[in-house]
């Protein structure tokens, strides 16, 4: 039973670390690139959350092409990734968000709640697809 649930912790923290390091990278690329365009009306909170999924899907694809196969077991509850990865890694970019507001400003979107779980949320869905699909 301790095996099953260190195993279960051990997963969920390999995927949030995964999700958070995928979302630092695409929030500054993505930062550096809007300060390169001119600006523009802040966009729709709801069209920027569909920015966030699919750039979290992408990342989600891309971390598949990178780790061809499965680093963690599965986890005895299926899809349980679905619910806890994005609600960790969400709070951890808000906290990353509270920083980079001290040190630098307004956060980018993706420092935010909202945009770290929706991002974290493509990029689980995508692998778990993937490797539900080639069992």
Known sequence: MIELLLGLLLQLAFEIVLQI??????????????????????????????GHFLMGAIAGFVSVLIFDQRLTPRAPVPGLSLILAPVATGAVMRWLGTLWTRTRGEPPTLFTFRGGAIFALGMVLVRLIVFRATR
């Open 21 to 50: 390091v995928f979302e630092i990278a695409a929030t500054l690329g993505w930062d550096s690139l809007k300060h390169s365009l001119p600006r523009e009306e802040k966009t729709a909170p709801w069209l920027a959350s569909v």
